[in-house]
């Protein structure tokens, strides 16, 4: 089992920054991969960015809309990730979710985080 505990959402104006923070606990040593997606109303579940938690090497993907704005880095000592958002849209209003991908002896599974919500206003 793992567990994802997010804070750093909130309100900010468009051109603003916020920064999310994810804490796991748990298995940690079955976490393969640590990110974000989010959701607006209405819309499905879209990736923000994603990050690899090898310790020797890491790899980072970004979804088109946030490249060049938002940066994912991770501290593989506290068990976290941060998404650092800057030049912040209104379309950027979404309900933030953590997520770690995890691999079992069965495959691979996912956890999710409560959600935490980014309201961007014009």
């Known amino acids: 089992q793992v567990q994802l505990v997010e804070s750093g959402g909130g309100l900010v104006q468009a051109g603003g920054s916020l920064r999310l923070s994810c804490a796991a606990s748990g298995s940690i040593s079955s976490i393969k991969v640590m990110g974000w997606y989010r959701q607006a109303p209405g819309k499905q579940r879209e990736l923000v960015a994603t990050i690899t938690t090898v310790i020797t090497s890491s790899s980072t993907n970004y979804g088109d809309s946030v490249k060049g704005r938002f940066t994912l880095s991770r501290d593989n000592a506290k068990n976290a990730v941060y998404l650092q958002m800057n030049s912040l849209k209104p379309e950027d209003t979404a309900v933030y979710y953590c997520?770690?991908?995890?691999?079992?002896?069965?495959?691979?599974?996912?956890?999710w985080g409560q959600g935490t919500q980014v309201t961007v206003s014009s």
């Open positions: 997520y770690a991908k995890t691999l079992r002896p069965t495959g691979f599974f996912a956890y």
